[in-house]
């Protein structure tokens, strides 16, 4: 499995463990609510589909009532299709969420893990975060020490492009730091609340449906969207 197809199927399971949806609903939530999947097609979205209703992760339903399956052959129209993912398809999402290898800080993969941080456990958000720092970090040592060796060959176009990067990259660092800090103080918030007993408590898994103050202080947006009904259809 490539990286790319491997980010798709994760994404997708993720979604879908929110609910069901038909092909069309999951490609413009894949592409409104993850940004990484906005330059990718149908013909890329389907071949995943299928591999994960093989795998067992998904079934596929009939998105239609009785009546209009039946009256579907006569007007020359197909019946829609529904994904639902499965309780296999629950346990493997969760255990992707679950791990923190280095694939967790790449750019792509990280943007689709943050995506579901609502769903991730607190020490797992912590591990990515750091991991995604530290990358950061080192990506941005070797730009400073390319920069200082070949500053004086670069044309002031050139210069400037380099020095557009390193901002970029130390941008998201300042914002990870605050994410980082963020989730420790709602860490100590909700021990100092709890205190004793419980104190180990809030390092559990964050529900579904988080609040502002379970993802340290990062409300959980999503975007209801309506399937198009001209598409996902079987044969």
Excluded at 88 to 99: A, D, M, N, P, Y
Excluded at 187 to 200: H, P
């Amino acid at each position: 499995m490539s990286r790319r197809s491997g980010i798709l199927e994760f994404a997708v399971l993720g979604l879908l463990r929110e609910s069901p949806m038909h092909g069309y609903e999951l490609r413009k939530r894949l592409n409104t609510s993850l940004g990484v999947f906005r330059a990718f097609s149908y013909g890329t979205l389907y071949p995943c589909l299928k591999t994960l209703v093989t795998n067992g992760w998904l079934i596929e339903e009939s998105g239609t009532t009785p009546e209009d399956a039946l009256a579907a052959p006569l007007a020359g129209r197909r019946a829609k299709i529904v994904y639902r993912l499965t309780a296999e398809g629950k346990e493997h999402f969760e255990e992707l969420l679950s791990q923190t290898g280095p694939d967790a800080y790449e750019d792509e993969h990280f943007a689709a893990r943050f995506a579901f941080f609502g769903q991730t456990s607190r020490d797992v958000r912590m591990r990515v975060l750091e991991g995604r720092r530290s990358r950061l970090e080192e990506r941005l040592e070797k730009m400073r020490a390319s920069l200082a060796r070949t500053r004086e060959r670069l044309d002031d176009y050139t210069l400037e492009l380099q020095r557009h990067g390193m901002e970029s990259v130390e941008r998201e660092v300042r914002w990870l730091n605050e994410l980082i800090e963020s989730e420790r103080a709602g860490r100590d918030v909700k021990g100092s609340a709890t205190e004793g007993t419980f104190r180990g408590a809030s390092d559990g898994p964050a529900p579904q449906h988080s609040t502002s103050g379970e993802t340290g202080g990062l409300p959980r947006h999503r975007e209801d969207s309506r399937p198009d009904p001209s598409d996902d259809t079987t044969t």
